[in-house]
């Protein structure tokens, strides 16, 4: 009798970061229920509730809650008035920031791309998790930012995400690419093996400091080596050399519970 082949494991899950960075416009129908691959709908309405309501208030206050002004302000007021009527285009096409742009989905193979389409989330404070086909609007709101009636978009999404990211990611391995704030989002379940990292480069002193600028472009470039090769595990990382001079130092890997921070330090040369 022929031996079984082995089942291939499961895809990572990946979590992301919206990008500040937006595509305007869009070809696609405006956004409704039922049309995101997590359903969250019912927290989507009081999210886009609590928006229309702040973007009624005067200008003083939606530039201190957008953490924009002049004309930027102007623009982000009205893609947030409009947002359940505009145009929409998938999210791994709207979000355009630095991360994104290294991502450069649109240079993978179909084989890669699809594993993006099924490994990542992105939190957001507007939506609560998007997949990367999911159709969405041009907006603007910041994780943390205080709404009228709802209060910080990061404590109103910590249960229904906390749920809902861990049936995702139920048997799979967690690649938390997510800044602080929108980690803060949502809590692991015991027993979910997480992976996140952190870049160091070096002075001209030779000491080591936290990448602060090129940090977005460092893991955008990491989730497209995800997606080249998704049995990746923390270990594996070791033979990676990245683009721009990282190497990964093994013996600088910090544990937290469930939870490995690998280090990439920037070569010398």
Not at 106 to 133: K, N
Not at 153 to 175: C, D, K, M, N, Y
Request: overall charge neutral; hydrophobic content about 40%.
């Amino acid at each position: 009798m022929a031996a079984c082949a082995a089942m291939p494991a499961p895809l990572p899950l990946i979590l992301l970061p919206p990008s500040e960075g937006k595509a305007a416009g869009g070809d696609g129908p405006a956004w409704s229920h039922d049309t995101m691959q997590v359903d969250l709908d019912r927290e989507r309405d009081k999210v886009l509730a609590g928006l229309a309501r702040a973007m009624r208030q005067n200008e003083a206050a939606r530039g201190k809650l957008l953490g924009v002004k002049g004309v930027a302000l102007a623009a982000a007021t009205e893609a947030n008035r409009s947002v359940r009527s505009s145009p929409t285009l998938p999210a791994i096409e709207r979000y355009t920031g630095v991360l994104y742009d290294a991502m450069d989905v649109s240079t993978l193979s179909r084989a890669s791309r699809s594993r993006v389409d099924r490994s990542v989330l992105i939190v957001s404070a507007l939506w609560g998790v998007v997949a990367p086909t999911d159709l969405i609007p041009d907006y603007k709101l910041k994780m943390g930012a205080a709404l009228p009636a709802l209060g910080r978009t990061t404590s109103f999404w910590r249960s229904p995400l906390s749920e809902r990211i861990s049936q995702e990611a139920h048997g799979r391995t967690v690649w938390n690419l997510l800044p602080n704030e929108h980690a803060a989002a949502w809590v692991a379940p015991s027993g979910t093996e997480q992976f996140t990292v952190k870049f160091l480069e070096r002075r001209a002193d030779g000491s080591l400091v936290a990448v602060s600028h090129w940090n977005k472009l460092l893991k955008g470039a990491l989730v497209r080596f995800l997606a080249d090769h998704p049995g990746t595990t923390g270990r594996d990382l070791a033979d990676w050399q990245h683009p721009l001079g990282y190497r990964l130092e093994p013996t600088r890997a910090d544990e937290h519970g469930d939870l490995t921070v690998l280090t990439f330090v920037q070569d010398s040369a």
